[in-house]
């Protein structure tokens, strides 16, 4: 049995600043866990806009706090995200959040993150291992 708190992650190295400078994240739930996904706090700051591609991963979000639009870069939809708003981009859909108030979200993905990437050029993660 693993109990941890999202605020004793405050920072480790499961506490991650984008390079970007758009968003933070604490990772409580790794892959070096071993049980199939990962489960992360993420707070995306107000004024910010982060386009994203999970090209390797599926992601699943729920809005704790804040609100965001969301942009189905593919089709043009999009969304007002609210507490209590779930969102799961289960076809890899490129998507671009623009935040309106600081939006704090649970985030659960699969395959699990190492805790080591960061979003690149065309907002993807890369598919890395705890081997990498």
């Known amino acids: ?29 790794l892959a070096k866990e071993r049980v199939g996904f990962s489960l992360h ?30 942009t189905n870069d593919e089709t043009g939809e999009k969304h007002v995200i609210t507490p209590g708003t779930m969102y799961l981009l289960d076809g890899h859909e490129k998507h671009t959040m623009r935040i309106k108030q600081d939006f704090r979200c649970i985030c659960v993905f699969n395959p699990p993150v190492t805790g080591r990437e960061d979003h690149d050029e065309n907002g993807v993660y890369p598919l890395l291992t705890e081997e990498d």
Do not use: P, Q
């Open 41 to 70: 706090e993420t707070v995306l700051y107000a004024g910010t806009e982060t386009s994203m591609w999970y090209a390797n991963h599926i992601e699943a979000v729920v809005c704790v706090e804040g609100e965001a639009e969301l």
């Open 1 to 29: 049995m693993i109990v941890r708190s999202f605020k004793e992650l405050e920072g480790t190295d499961r506490h991650i600043k984008s390079a970007s400078g758009t968003w933070e994240s604490k990772r409580i739930v």
